[in-house]
């Protein structure tokens, strides 16, 4: 649960979290909880840098109904007046995906609204399994001209693109990256290997990610040795990185 993992967060020494909504009841929509999350964050030097709105995954923008995205940026608006959150993502892949140009007119048109609402006190990025260039000509639309982008490392490589290619097409409109390894051709998720060629492009070319805010772990847990993963993950993270 969420307190478990404030505790585990900083056993591992990170200094911020990435907090899931994945349904209607989470625990930062209700006051008291809030509260509650802000004084477990306080007492353990804590921040959370990101929310990532995952029930979107089920709910897409293109279908997702005007009371509840109003309901749901309203949340987000009380908890940006209590918590300073750098970042919010929503998918647009899987099942979340743009598959018709109505979809698209659809999505760009809530994105618009989204970014209108929570834009002025947070990034506001999409995740996507978009190609590069589709992705380029998606985020050139005028309504968008201040949405970002947060890059899944693991699943660009299972996708079978290369980083290189959207670094070259959106590297400013780069806004986060999560930390994942997949093995190619829609590979499972895997510990943090020590050799790990999308991480280390990144590593090489860190200064040119002008906009990056964050790097966020979304790596490999197990149900059983979570913390053992994690560590390892890591430690080759680290050597890579450092």
Request: with cysteine.
């Amino acid at each position: 649960n969420w307190q478990k993992e404030i505790i585990i967060a900083k056993k591992l020494n990170f200094d911020s979290l990435e907090w899931i909504i994945s349904d209607y009841s989470n625990p930062i929509f209700n006051k008291i909880y809030l509260k509650d999350i802000k004084k477990r964050l306080k007492s353990k030097s804590l921040k959370i840098n990101s929310i990532y709105l995952d029930f979107i995954m089920n709910e897409p923008l293109q279908k997702i109904s005007e009371k509840n995205l109003g309901w749901i940026l309203k949340k987000i608006t009380d908890v940006q007046k209590e918590i300073k959150i750098n970042r919010v993502t929503l998918p647009v892949e899987e099942k979340s995906r743009i598959y018709f140009d109505e979809d698209k007119k659809k999505v760009t048109k809530q994105l618009h609204k989204i970014i209108d609402v929570l834009g002025k006190k947070s990034k506001i990025c999409i995740e996507t399994d978009m190609s590069p260039t589709s992705l380029k000509m998606f985020l050139d639309q005028q309504k968008l001209k201040k949405l970002g982008v947060l890059l899944d490392l693991g699943n660009i490589r299972a996708n079978g693109f290369k980083i290189q290619d959207y670094f070259k097409k959106i590297s400013v409109r780069i806004f986060a990256i999560h930390i994942k390894y997949r093995d190619k051709f829609y590979g499972k998720s895997k510990i943090i290997p020590k050799k790990f060629e999308e991480l280390s492009f990144v590593v090489n070319n860190y200064k040119k990610f002008t906009n990056l805010n964050d790097l966020t772990f979304q790596t490999y847990r197990s149900d059983k040795n979570f913390i053992s993963d994690m560590k390892k993950s890591i430690k080759n993270f680290n050597e890579i990185f450092f």
